[in-house]
């Protein structure tokens, strides 16, 4: 089809003046610092008698210096806005956020479109699932439709400038009556999130007004954003734990919008987005074509009006799904973002850009070196790059909503065109409640699932038949969403010659989640009998006998075993050191085992209805196994944060909270000033911060001279009282006091859990000895998922697993332990052997010389050092005795071949045979270090129960070591 679109210039309108807000206009081109930062279509604002402009209901204008508006306020305005226009409508989001307040979507159209808003709404719909019409009818549809434009505000907090601009825009749409802008309105229902961080929002506002009333003071940083995550919360596209990201795959749902516009600002002045690539290898190629059209056609017409800085290309790589607008691209819509130079605070700033003013080839029009920048500046740039997207979206409708019915089409066809077929998760999963998780993690994403109701056979990847169970969830690849699913369960290549990725390169759902799930080429399982989900799949457990001696549950490190341990915390229970058999059943080592006497005697009526709960099975037995056990825990558990980054403790708290596992939320401040930290506490656990055991010690500074930097609810700041910390002074850190008490914390019984980089204040500092870090050289290993063995499965860290666990892995930390014959020489794999002949696990062979004697061979036990007395003698007090040395539980796998799993990996030596898990007895106590982050954005489960076993079993983490 030809593209159309209407077209204006800077030099002469081709749309008559509307009536104009001549004091509004007046204030709109004294707020912009050059005329070059303005565009015919935002250079005014229309006059209305019956509809409120922002002013006259916020009372000033939008991009007022000084000025940044409440979320109570945006919202107070598009109700004005609503019960003003028969052309915009406000809706309620289905949840709130985690703070307890709404989050809006306003609707903006003809006022006929939106008297037919469920038709529209059923059009898309029809269109996103083409099983039920014919291409006749589809064409009838899509001549009918009319597409859903998108944009939505402020999911990053300190990016202030969207929730303005979408204000203005609204009213704009709703009264402007230029043929431009009724086009707009005529052909498509513009929908607008104006805030979708609406907890950071505040907080960010706050900030800025505690800025403006002490110009002289250092203004606390944002902190926090939400209750959990900070940038993080446009990183929750993979795990939907975030009501803003359940909010935005729940509204998609039910719209279908053609376009998801994501509001950014960082880079100048505007970059559209396409990325650098690789792109995401499952979409349909259509919808990479559609973010270059709609890019490019922007830069066009910013570029032909003067405007600088307007590009594409050199920003972002467009491969991880794990973004908010995803909500669109892996549901055959199209999902784009703007960057556009925002200055966090509405002061008007002088501004240094730096490389990016550079030319080139993809930014032919680069921005200004030095600029003065103004928030109306870039309200200037956002809307009216927003204002050309939707008239030419508007202008080709049909276009765009036949490419949607398209990419529905052929997301259908994927299961017997490009494969694979389906997936499968078996029905004798060992995780059926973790399985069941995932499972509904699919379904909220409006991907379908279905049940097999008998067993079936197909043939696997080698061509041999395979046999699942009746139960077995089947996610076919002939359904509307199979690319959403298909690139969540698939397996991912990161080629490392590709650009650096912009975030992780792995991801894939089944292996992070410990589930097994197997891909199926086999078109024959489309044939299977199988029903389809009407409801989230539940694992309904239970109590399975009459014994009266006591009951048994398998350590299967599903996570609701953590759940059951809290829940039932005045119940005595214990923990199978070794792997048992009770009749024909087999158990894993760190199997629940909870005695009748000395319990509670309504103990089977609570395990019933606990068990039932939370997808577990215990079983009543006559007589309890005679086997070395030791007592499960129930820790006082505390969760660090600092004052300098509390995004990733965020994604602890989560899994906490819904787990429902009591903690303590403390701040480095409570650790430097409470030295008695074993009278609060038994496990201390540290999530990942950056920078230097140094920065991370010392925090924010706190110098002489300087006033407090306060972080707490105030009159100026009432939405800082709604976190989930607050202090009078943000400075000084956990300081040397706080390592000391850490240390006796330790030393006195506690466990400390330093998560990644905060190992470094465990090793530098030296809380622990025999470990060390070494700096990546050559290994490329950014954010994938890597296979890793247990190199000691006695370990109570490694209870319910199996041998092998794939887990998360970025880059660093990489751990080595040092062997107690390496005092002065550096860790255990140091050095190598000298080139040579044959591989790297030959013996060197001097040539022509008397050859060694062999080493004779010495009796050795798993996990016990074999010294010389030569050894003995040289190391003297140095030597660690062997129960006290570092017991690495889990390393990753040796073999360089099988070490990843999904993502990007070179240099693979470096990593192969590395610790990922090092458990440190210091005192009575101990320090587990992680490697990998147990944690990680609501997509690790599988690894969940290395920290929980370590937790629950704190005191006795010394069982089964030799």
Not at 75 to 97: G, I, Q, T
Not at 318 to 329: E, I, Q, R, S, T
Request: glycine share 8%; hydrophobic share 40%.
């Amino acid at each position: 089809m030809p593209l159309v679109a209407q077209r204006a210039s800077r030099d002469r309108r081709t749309d008559p003046l509307p009536t104009l807000d001549p004091a509004y206009t007046a204030k709109i081109k004294e707020y912009t610092t050059a005329p070059y930062f303005l565009t015919e279509l935002v250079d005014h604002l229309p006059a209305s008698a019956t509809v409120p402009s922002p002013d006259k209901v916020l009372g000033y204008v939008i991009g007022t210096p000084g000025k940044l508006t409440y979320t109570k306020d945006i919202h107070r305005y598009f109700r004005a806005l609503e019960k003003a226009s028969p052309r915009v409508r406000v809706f309620v989001a289905p949840e709130k956020s985690e703070e307890g307040r709404e989050q809006l979507l306003v609707l903006v159209s003809d006022e006929e479109n939106l008297a037919r808003l469920d038709r529209y709404k059923e059009i898309t719909a029809k269109l996103a699932d083409p099983r039920q019409i014919t291409e006749a009818e589809a064409e009838k549809l899509i001549a009918e439709g009319k597409p859903f434009y998108w944009a939505s505000g402020s999911i990053h907090s300190p990016e202030t400038g969207s929730p303005e601009m979408l204000m203005e825009l609204a009213y704009r749409l709703a009264v402007e009556e230029t043929p431009f802008i009724q086009t707009i309105r005529r052909n498509l229902i513009v929908m607008i999130t104006p805030v979708l961080e609406v907890d950071g929002h505040d907080k960010m506002v706050d900030i800025y007004n505690y800025r403006k009333a002490n110009p002289d003071k250092f203004a606390p940083p944002l902190v926090y954003w939400g209750k959990y995550v900070a940038h993080d919360n446009n990183r929750d596209g993979l795990g939907m734990a975030l009501a803003l990201s359940r909010n935005q795959m729940k509204t998609f749902l039910e719209y279908h919008p053609t376009i998801l516009h994501d509001l950014h600002e960082s880079v100048p002045f505007l970059y559209t987005s396409t990325g650098t690539g690789p792109y995401n290898a499952w979409l349909d190629p259509l919808v990479i074509d559609e973010w270059h059209v709609l890019a490019y056609y922007e830069i066009e017409e910013m570029t032909k009006r003067g405007v600088p800085g307007v590009w594409t290309h050199g920003f972002y790589d467009g491969w991880a799904p794990n973004y908010m607008f995803y909500v669109a691209n892996g549901h055959n819509a199209i999902g784009r973002f703007y960057e556009t130079f925002g200055n966090s605070v509405a002061d008007t700033l002088e501004r240094t850009v730096g490389a990016q003013a550079q030319r080139d080839w993809y930014r032919p029009n680069p921005p200004l070196p030095r600029v003065r920048w103004s928030l109306r500046n870039n309200i200037n740039l956002q809307q009216s790059a927003l204002l050309f997207a939707m008239n030419f979206v508007a202008a080709n409708k049909e276009r765009f909503l036949r490419n949607f019915y398209i990419k529905s089409k052929r997301a259908i066809a994927k299961a017997t065109n490009e494969g694979p077929a389906a997936y499968v998760i078996p029905g004798d999963e060992a995780r059926p409640v973790e399985a069941a998780d995932m499972v509904n993690l699919l379904r909220l994403m409006g991907v379908e699932v279905h049940r097999a109701t008998a067993d079936f056979t197909v043939k696997n990847k080698d061509g041999k038949e395979q046999r699942f169970p009746a139960g077995s969830y089947i996610v076919r690849m002939d359904q509307p969403y199979s690319r959403m699913a298909d690139m969540l369960l698939d397996t991912q290549y990161y080629n490392v010659n590709d650009p650096r990725p912009y975030d992780d390169t792995g991801w894939t759902l089944g292996a992070l989640r410990n589930v097994r799930t197997v891909r199926v080429t086999d078109t024959r399982v489309l044939q299977a009998p199988m029903e389809l989900l009407t409801s989230d799949a539940m694992v309904r457990g239970q109590v399975i006998g009459s014994g009266a001696a006591g009951y048994i549950i398998n350590h299967n490190t599903d996570n609701t075993l953590a759940t059951l341990r809290f829940r039932l915390a005045d119940v005595r229970m214990e923990a199978a050191e070794d792997p048992f058999k009770v009749g024909d059943r087999q158990f894993n080592a760190g199997s629940f085992i909870i005695r009748a006497e000395g319990n509670p005697p309504d103990l089977r009526q609570r395990l019933e209805a606990a068990t039932a709960e939370l997808g577990l099975t215990a079983y009543a037995v006559e007589k309890l196994p005679e086997i070395k056990a030791h007592p499960l825990a129930v820790p006082r558990v505390a969760i660090l944060h600092t004052w300098t980054n509390t995004q990733n403790d965020g994604w602890f708290r989560i899994e906490f909270d819904r787990l429902k596992i009591p903690y303590t939320y403390i701040s480095d401040q409570v650790v430097r000033n409470t030295p008695n930290l074993r009278a609060r506490f038994d496990v201390i656990i540290f999530p990942p911060v950056g920078g230097t055991a140094q920065a991370i010690v010392n925090g924010i500074p706190k110098r002489a001279g300087d006033a407090p930097i306060p972080w707490r609810g105030s009159e100026m700041t009432p939405n800082l009282a709604l976190s989930p910390d607050q202090t009078d002074d943000m400075r000084g850190g956990m300081g040397l006091e706080g390592v000391l008490n850490l240390r006796r914390f330790v030393e006195e019984g506690g466990l400390f859990i330093p998560i990644t980089n905060c190992a470094r204040v465990a090793l530098d500092y030296g809380l622990v000895s025999g470990v060390a870090i070494q700096e990546p050289r050559q290994l490329q290993a950014r954010g994938s998922v890597y296979n890793a063995t247990f190199a000691d499965r006695r370990s109570p860290i490694a209870y319910g697993y199996g041998e092998t666990l794939a887990i998360y892995f970025n880059q660093a930390p990489l751990f080595r332990v040092q062997q107690p014959t390496a005092r002065m020489e550096g860790g255990e794999m140091s050095g190598g052997r000298p080139s040579g002949r044959g591989s790297p696990t030959d013996p060197d062979i001097v040539q022509a010389m008397p050859q060694p004697e062999p080493t004779p061979a010495r009796p050795s036990r798993s996990g016990e050092e074999q010294l010389t007395e030569e050894q003995r003698l040289m190391l003297g007090p140095f030597l660690t005795p062997a129960n006290e040395r570092p017991r690495v539980v889990l390393r990753f796998v040796p073999d360089e071949k099988n070490l990843l799993v999904s993502g990007m990996l070179a240099g693979a030596a470096e990593l192969a045979g590395a610790p990922a898990v090092i458990d440190v007895p210091v005192g009575r106590g101990h320090v587990v270090l992680f490697a990998t982050n147990p944690m990680w954005r609501h997509q690790t489960q599988g690894s969940f129960f290395l920290l929980f076993n370590a937790l629950l079993n704190f005191d006795h983490l010394d069982a089964g070591r030799r």
